[in-house]
T-cell receptor, first 111, second 111 residues
Framework: DTAVSQTPKYLVTQMGNDKSIKCEQNLGHDTMYWYKQDSKKFLKIMFSYNNKELIINETVPNRFSPKSPDKAHLNLHINSLELGDSAVYFC??????????FGSGTQLSVL | DAKTTQPPSMDCAEGRAANLPCNHSTISGNEYVYWYRQIHSQGPQYIIHGLKNNETNEMASLIITEDRKSSTLILPHATLRDTAVYYCIVRVNTNAGKSTFGDGTTLTVKP
């Protein structure tokens, strides 16, 4: 009965590979987000989708492409992974912009 | 979003009230104050938010000064499970708003 679930929890891969992280929410929320938390624990928004429409796209390399097949899912695809992409990626959803529900995170390690 | 300043760390004795301050002297009239916390290795968890009035819920109380330039999150009876990083964020209440979680305050509750 997890509200916001993301898979995988851990992802270890080589530089140059392409990988995806999946996120699903069963809360009926219209808005979903991807956040990146770097090694200094600074949590920054990357993307936001509302009813499958992109509404926030921060300064993120084009190698990162979010895809929302329906409003309950927001996946993150990353091409040509680089060392600097190593971080924890959090998916979140909300019905109110003030109350976000976060997933448990995906720890990405690029070797 | 208005900038916020929080002490990097605080300690609190178990069972005592934990008072976490936040300065947001550049806050605008339509910006809300909201608080999240992040327990180690988990996603951030919403705690509470407010605009002008003090707020209370089952988790905490939020005290906002009359000039709205600072606020205090109060955990009335801290437990060991309240040990976490607490983030104070100021932003408008729209989906187009951007949420970046800054350094936060690491609260350590000690037995």
């Amino acid at each position: 009965d997890t509200a916001v679930s993301q898979t995988p929890k851990y992802l270890v891969t080589q530089m140059g590979n392409d990988k995806s992280i999946k996120c699903e929410q069963n809360l009926g929320h219209d808005t979903m987000y991807w956040y990146k938390q770097d090694s200094k624990k600074f949590l920054k928004i990357m993307f936001s989708y509302n009813n499958k429409e992109l509404i926030i796209n921060e300064t993120v390399p084009n190698r990162f492409s979010p895809k929302s097949p329906d409003k309950a899912h927001l996946n993150l695809h990353i091409n040509s992974l680089e060392l600097g992409d190593s971080a924890v990626y959090f998916c979140a959803s909300s019905t109110s912009p003030l109350e976000l529900f976060f997933g448990s995170g995906t720890q990405l390690s690029v070797l | 979003d208005a900038k916020t300043t929080q002490p990097p760390s605080m300690d609190c004795a178990e069972g005592r009230a934990a008072n976490l301050p936040c300065n947001h002297s550049t806050i605008s009239g339509n910006e809300y104050v909201y608080w999240y916390r992040q327990i180690h290795s988990q996603g951030p968890q919403y705690i509470i938010h407010g605009l002008k009035n003090n707020e209370t819920n089952e988790m905490a109380s939020l005290i906002i000064t009359e000039d709205r330039k600072s606020s205090t999150l109060i955990l009335p009876h801290a437990t060991l499970r309240d040990t976490a990083v607490y983030y104070c964020i100021v932003r408008v209440n729209t989906n187009a708003g951007k949420s970046t979680f800054g350094d936060g305050t690491t609260l350590t509750v000690k037995p």
